[in-house]
């Protein structure tokens, strides 16, 4: 990594995909600057653990939403990534008797009423909840619920209707086979990225900002802070003098659901080589639950959860996690199919001390706090990260170029103040 500054223009704070997009931007722009991470690694919520040599799998991000218009796709092909191209379709399977005499034609049907009730509350200027907007308990309520809880990482009736459909959808979804996790990282090489250096305060009461870290102290001109909601919200970070009513309204209104993953790895290739990539097992008697199978090959299998359930389920532990998908997948496949299961992996991102949760979702009523929360305070403090983008929120490239844009805007105010 570069030389590190000790008085830069501009101190980035956070080395996620916005922190490192924030980063990349400056160093093309000749600015003086450095970047200040609390974890023991650069990513944040973009993550890739290997399973095993060459077996990678991320933690967080995976898909590259919205590909076409992705920067993280030409970022792929500079690296030699692999990539699949496709949209994200998961099969729907039924474990017991009540869906028979139903269905996927109508569960579509279901879906696209929803969606269009959805855009009629949003033409009528109405920001009410997803729950409210649409029509509740027919029989494809709960796997509807479950896929808003898998987009929004909330429960329907957290979300605003007006946010979900501000998100441009281009129904690309691309999933990185080296690890999504592994291509946000890169972004780090050459960059001046200080470590466990955690910001505890933002002093911009005097001239200089001045950042207090677990590593000392460092003063600068400008600020980009690229932190989670879940964290401006916790308090981590003392602001002095404290953050304006209007930004801790938008913090408030953004906040961090839930949203974890669940590997199960086996020894061997279990599904045989004609299976389908994605199922959702639906059940009267337990939460849906999604899988996506031997993505690129590998052997293993990972389940998804979202929301409340997601929260509840990973207060119970790891194990309770991985007995669950285990009996799922059993339920979808047979119960042979985990007799070759030789190890679990279960995320915990509420529980991420340096995160807590998966991503931002607006509350009902509030999809206009995502602009609040991207205006920068005195053309001295500039927010990035995905809770400020306004169109692709919740995704690392929406982060990525929230970075990009706070940093021109940091870099500009800074030299003028020279
Ligand atoms: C399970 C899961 C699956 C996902 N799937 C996808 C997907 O498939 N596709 C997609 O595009 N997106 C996905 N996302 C969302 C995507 O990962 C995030 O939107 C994006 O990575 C957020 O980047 P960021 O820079 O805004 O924030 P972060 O990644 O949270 O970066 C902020 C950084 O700030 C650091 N920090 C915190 N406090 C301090 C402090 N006091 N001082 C210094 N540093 C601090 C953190 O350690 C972190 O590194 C997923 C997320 C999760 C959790």
């Known amino acids: 990594m570069a030389e590190f500054p000790t008085s830069p223009d501009v101190v980035v704070i956070g080395a996620g995909a916005a922190g490192l997009g924030a980063g990349r931007k400056l160093m093309e722009l000749g600015a003086s600057f450095c970047i200040l991470e609390a974890a023991h690694r650069v990513g944040g919520r973009a993550y890739t653990e290997e399973l095993a040599p060459n077996v990678p799998f991320d933690l967080g991000c995976h898909w590259m939403h919205t590909a076409s218009r ?37 569960c579509e049907d279901y879906y696209e009423r929803s969606s269009k009730a959805l855009q009629d ?32 990482s909330h429960d329907p ?58 590593k000392g102290t ?20 003392r602001f002095t003098p404290e953050l304006p009513d209007w930004k801790r309204a938008a913090i408030s209104d953004l906040p961090l659901g839930c949203h974890n993953r669940i590997c199960l790895a086996f020894d061997r290739n279990v599904f045989g080589d004609d299976h389908p990539l994605d199922v959702t097992l639906l059940s009267s008697e337990s939460e849906p639950m ?28 790891p194990e309770a996690s991985a007995d669950l998908a285990k009996e799922n997948l059993q339920k979808a496949f047979g119960s042979s199919i985990t007799e070759h299961m030789v190890r679990h992996l279960v995320t915990a991102w509420r529980g991420d001390p ?29 927010f990035a990260g995905e809770a400020t983008s306004q169109q692709v929120y919740a995704t690392a490239h929406g982060a990525y170029l929230s970075g990009l844009k706070a940093a021109e805007a940091a870099h500009t105010a800074a030299t003028s103040r020279s």
């Open 121 to 152: 509350v949003h033409a009528a200027d109405l920001d009410l909840s997803v729950a409210d907007a649409i029509e509740r308990d027919g029989p494809w309520t709960s796997a509807y619920d479950y896929w808003i809880s898998l987009s929004t």
């Open 157 to 214: 009736d957290q979300v605003s209707a007006t946010d979900m459909c501000n998100y441009v959808d281009t129904d690309e979804d691309w999933p990185v086979k080296e690890g999504y996790g592994t291509l946000v990282a890169g972004l780090a090489t050459g960059l001046p990225v200080r470590l466990n250096s955690a910001v505890t305060e933002i002093d911009s009461s005097q001239q200089d900002i001045r950042i207090t870290t677990a």
């Open 290 to 317: 999604a899988f996506h199978i031997s993505p690129f090959g590998f052997n293993y299998v990972s389940a998804v959860t979202g929301g409340r359930f997601a929260d509840w389920l990973e207060r119970a532990g």
């Open 218 to 237: 460092l003063n600068a001109k400008t600020v980009i802070i690229t932190v989670s909601t879940g964290i401006l919200e916790g308090g981590d970070i």
């Open 354 to 382: 340096w995160i807590r949760g998966a991503y931002s979702a607006a509350r009902p009523g509030a999809a206009h706090q995502r602009a609040r929360l991207a205006e920068p305070i005195d053309d001295r403090l500039f």
């Open 70 to 106: 992705n920067p993280f796709v030409e970022l792929a092909d500079e690296a030699g990534f692999t990539y699949r191209k496709g949209r994200f379709e998961s099969n729907l399977r039924f474990s017991d008797d009540w869906s028979h005499s139903r269905d996927e034609e109508a």
